[in-house]
């Protein structure tokens, strides 16, 4: 018979190998492997790769449950030399402490979850951040001087995850755009000086929530589709030490953003000690009562919601309980389709796309070699072969800067040259004949090149696109009336052969 004591030394070490199988291994760059990508092709899930201060010209790509550290946000550098995204995300990855700069994207998320946390993600060429489907967990970032958008969304829903606690500043045309059928989170941000809106939200993005942030001397703060919550602040943030060398972003003491935040955090970024402070637990179930909906029952920790502090009698909360429930930790969908059995229908127009991945869930995609994959029944856009009036396309009087009517027209013609990459165009700027020709001419190039500025901007490659003014010289009504000279001012698209 074994004695009691050697019993118990063999449960300890079976205990510490356990430990150590979960733990994960840490590997250090670049002290075992010279760059981050070659760390990651021996990296396994739950390891961490951490990486010491120095520039790394690379373009990586995460892997699954695998946290990527730098040693210092703003000297740990990830430099994508703008071939292609700095960063490509994982589920379950996380990447925290870098300097992301130089990529065509800061970091690209298709359908992936990662966690982004505590970054600068600076100068690169699109977007800082751009998720397809999925949000990543994005908070506590500085998000700035990206050439076109901070953080860009297609047809994203985040039902556990928020944009929370970033500031968001000074991008080349707005802090945060939704894209067709996005619904998320954004609360606690800072959204300052950004060149043309704070957050732009498309036509189908209208249950986006927008909570508790600072939107601050950006040109515009939202656009007309924004539903904006009385929470939000438009005030001087008051950072401690903004731009180069410091970055510090935090705010001072005296900001109108201290205690502004949900649950009275501040706004915008918030240290690892702000998040201790709010710890009292008097149900003693681990889960801090400013944040507890049931401060004084413990939370039944059944798997399911066990961060919102209550006991949960009907998991799912769908009405049916778990009892009768089948699913009981899925809600029933009520779409419709078996609503009595309490669980959901994964694939409601049965088109192969889970509805969870499908931005069209009762509407099967049409495979047709475009976009096939968002489960829309997409008709792929025509191929630009004559010439083309882009009506709706208008800029200020005298000027060459784009109205905001004008972008739904352009994301027709970008779908198109997407959808076509072979195909070259000129975009051709024409005016009336109001003015001297010189002037003309040079403001009809001014509006052609805003064109392809955003075409560029949006992804197209700026050699399959050539800019021309030619002012008055191309009439195609009459200059002698207010409806022939408003035909006359236009843009047109021509391919080239």
């Known amino acids: 018979m074994n004695s009691p004591k050697k019993t118990c030394i063999t449960f300890i070490i079976i205990l510490a190998a356990v430990y150590c199988c979960f733990a994960g291994k840490k590997i250090v760059v670049p002290h075992d492997f010279p760059t981050i990508e070659s760390a990651f092709g021996q990296a396994d899930e739950g390891d961490t790769i951490y990486v010491t201060k120095g520039i790394y010209y690379e373009n990586i790509v995460l892997a699954d449950n695998v946290v990527l550290q730098g040693q210092d946000m703003v000297n740990t550098i990830i430099d994508g030399r703008r071939s292609g995204p700095c960063v490509i995300g994982a589920d379950g990855a996380t990447i925290t402490n870098f300097t992301i700069r130089n990529g065509t994207t800061g970091i690209l998320c298709k359908n992936s979850r990662p966690i982004i946390k505590r970054n600068l993600i600076v100068d690169n060429k699109g977007a800082g951040i ?33 944009i929370d606690h970033n500031v968001i500043l000074e991008n080349g045309y707005c802090g945060i755009f939704c894209a067709h059928r996005t619904e998320i989170l954004i609360r606690n941000n800072i959204l300052l000086s950004n060149k ?130 089948q699913c009981p930790n899925d809600p029933e969908d009520r779409d419709g389709f078996q609503d009595v059995d309490g669980c959901p229908d994964l694939d409601n127009d049965q088109d192969g796309i889970p ?57 027709h013609v970008y779908n198109s040259l997407e959808a076509y990459p072979n195909v070259k165009v000129e975009i051709g700027g024409h005016t009336d004949d109001q ?52 035909k006359n001012r236009r843009v047109e698209v021509v391919p080239l052969k």
Not at 364 to 369: C, L
């Open 130 to 162: 751009h998720a397809l489907m999925s949000l990543p967990e994005i908070n506590n970032n500085i998000i700035y001087r990206n050439e076109w958008t901070g953080i860009f969304l297609e047809s994203v829903r985040g039902t556990r995850t928020s």
């Open 196 to 325: 043309q809106y704070g957050v732009f939200i498309a036509p189908e993005a209208r249950k986006t929530r927008i909570i508790n942030n600072n939107i601050y001397k950006n040109r515009l703060p939202f656009n007309g589709n924004a539903v904006v919550h009385q929470s939000n602040i438009s005030k001087e943030p008051v950072f401690i030490s903004e731009a180069h060398p410091d970055y510090n972003y935090f705010v001072k003491t005296v900001s109108p953003c201290k205690g502004a935040g949900e649950n009275g955090t501040d706004i915008g970024l918030i240290t690892e000690q702000m998040v201790e402070a709010f710890t009292t637990d008097k149900d003693g179930d681990g889960i801090p009562d400013d944040v507890d909906q049931c401060p004084d029952v413990a939370e039944d920790m059944d798997g399911f919601e066990d961060v919102d502090g209550c006991p949960d009698y009907d998991n799912d909360q769908d009405g049916i309980y778990d009892a009768q429930d």
């Open 435 to 486: 003015g001297s020709n010189d002037y003309n001419l040079a403001l009809s190039y001014d509006r052609a090149k805003s064109v392809m500025s955003y075409l560029v901007m949006r992804g197209i490659a700026a050699d399959r696109i050539v800019a021309r003014g030619y002012g008055e010289e191309r009439p195609i009504a009459p200059n002698t009336t207010p409806e022939g000279r408003a």
């Open 355 to 411: 509805d969870v991945e499908d931005a069209c869930p009762n509407n099967p995609e049409t495979v047709n070699g475009y976009k096939d994959s968002d489960g829309c029944p997409d008709e792929k856009p025509q191929e630009i072969k004559q010439t083309l009036i882009l009506k709706g396309v208008n800029f200020k009087t005298a000027s060459a800067e784009l109205l905001e009517e004008s972008y739904y027209v352009l994301e």
